[in-house]
């Protein structure tokens, strides 16, 4: 009688590399692909490289261009290999159900959408500046805006 027990292929190559030095995988893929891609829209703002015109006309600062390119093109794909080469299918599945799991109350968001402002103003006294008058509505709806940008393309993943 053969022994017939099913043994699952190993990973080999990168996917094997990844799978057993997941951080290291990571940090090397991410810094190697985020300072080119970062360059990118620097160079082309300080017209090194074509494209600074197309950047002045969209409706979003460079550097928020930046952040954006940063986060698809190298954060996001790093990431998403390397929990695909450690844990596989499964991980890419528990990746994407923990980004809708929330561990804490309303008194913690009221405090984290909050404090930041608060800290703001009160070491804007601190170091010298002065209160202003500013539309508090414009500057809510602003606030809003690029809060949940940089939430939903940064934070959340």
């Known amino acids: 009688m053969t022994d ?3 043994t699952t292929p190993h990973p080999v190559g990168i996917r094997a590399f990844v799978g ?3 951080v290291a995988a990571f940090l090397i893929m991410a810094f190697a692909i985020a300072y080119p891609v970062m360059a990118l829209p620097a160079l082309a703002v300080h017209r090194v490289i074509p494209g600074g015109q197309l950047l002045d006309r969209l409706p979003f600062p460079p550097d928020e261009i930046a952040g954006l390119t940063l986060t698809m093109f190298a954060l996001l794909p790093s990431a998403l290999f390397v929990t695909w ?3 596989g299918r499964q991980g890419i599945v528990s990746l994407f159900k923990r980004i809708t799991r929330w561990r804490f109350g309303i ?3 009221l405090a984290v959408l909050a404090g ?3 800290l703001t103003v009160v070491f804007t006294l601190i170091l010298g500046g002065s209160l202003e008058s500013i539309d508090p509505v414009g500057l809510f709806w602003e606030q809003l805006r690029l809060l949940l940008i940089n939430f939903i393309l940064v934070n959340l993943w």
């Open 4 to 6: 017939r027990t099913t």
């Open 20 to 22: 057993r030095r997941p």
């Open 85 to 87: 080469a450690a844990d």
């Open 107 to 109: 008194g913690w968001w």
């Open 116 to 118: 930041l402002p608060v």
